[in-house]
């Protein structure tokens, strides 16, 4: 028995262990919101005009910021170019919510897009990704890349009449449609800032459509003017 309670108090002590702690993120030295809007001329040869509006709310704890955007887009075109328009024009708009995954400012974001001209509007949800621009530099690019699956609605124009070739009037229709745009942020004076790139989209029906042509496409390259709020 003796010799059993000096083997116990004799063995060695086992080291407590315990993990690394996490590191604790830096403070974010950016304000809580970051503002900027933006209009552009599009080089389409149809007239066109592009506006955007991002606001971008930075956590202090140095975590991923979280931004919203809008995209307005207004198109005077021939029904030649896209399918939802005529010489009268249409416009689009985009609402995107986005979650920092990775620098530099790199965010993925679900997006709502509304569709609409010569008497057809369409919506649908839609994802992609996005390098969002913050203002900090004196030239900082920016992409984005969007699918919206599935854009449904109706149109309404005559039948006998470009672009409603076929089909009733009030049929409806279905287009997946892929956006995307690619340029930069150069710094003024002050507050403003140049902005200019390159954008379009693709549309391909889901369903037979009425409309022609049965695909659409719309780019161009745009320059304009923008304001850091």
């Given at each position: ?9 004799a063995a060695?002590?086992v080291?407590?262990?315990?993990a690394?702690?996490e590191?604790?993120?830096?403070p974010?030295?950016r ?10 001329y599009v080089?389409d040869?149809h007239?066109?005009?592009r506006?955007?509006m991002?606001?971008i709310?930075?956590?202090?704890d140095?975590g991923?910021?979280v ?12 029904c030649g170019?896209?399918a939802?328009c ?10 995107r919510?986005?979650f920092q995954v990775?620098e ?5 974001a679900?997006?709502?897009?509304n ?7 369409f919506?649908?949800?839609g994802f992609?990704?996005e390098k969002?621009p913050r203002?900090?530099k004196?030239?900082e690019p920016y992409?984005s890349?969007f699918l ?5 609605g109706?149109?309404?124009c005559?039948?006998t ?19 995307y745009?690619?340029?930069g942020?150069?710094d003024?004076k002050?507050?403003?800032f140049a ?12 369903t037979q ?8 496409t ?8 923008g304001?850091k709020?």
């Amino acid at each position: 028995m003796a010799a059993l309670a000096f083997a116990l108090f004799a063995a060695p002590a086992v080291a407590q262990t315990t993990a690394p702690a996490e590191p604790t993120p830096a403070p974010s030295s950016r304000p809580s919101q970051q503002v900027e809007m933006s209009i552009d001329y599009v080089f389409d040869g149809h007239a066109s005009l592009r506006a955007g509006m991002k606001q971008i709310y930075n956590r202090k704890d140095g975590g991923g910021s979280v931004y919203f955007g809008e995209d307005f887009g207004f198109f005077h075109s021939t029904c030649g170019s896209r399918a939802f328009c005529n010489n009268v024009g249409g416009h689009d708009t985009d609402l995107r919510l986005g979650f920092q995954v990775a620098e530099p400012d790199i965010f993925i974001a679900i997006g709502s897009g509304n569709f609409a001209g010569n008497g057809a509007s369409f919506s649908g949800i839609g994802f992609g990704i996005e390098k969002v621009p913050r203002g900090e530099k004196p030239f900082e690019p920016y992409a984005s890349l969007f699918l919206y699956p599935s854009a449904s609605g109706s149109y309404s124009c005559p039948v006998t009449t470009a672009p409603c070739y076929a089909g009733p009037v009030g049929s409806t229709t279905d287009f997946r449609i892929m956006r995307y745009s690619l340029g930069g942020h150069f710094d003024l004076k002050g507050p403003f800032f140049a902005d200019a790139g390159y954008a379009g989209d693709f549309g391909y029906p889901n369903t037979q459509s009425p409309l022609s042509p049965q695909t659409f496409t719309h780019n161009g390259l745009y320059l304009g003017l923008g304001l850091k709020l």
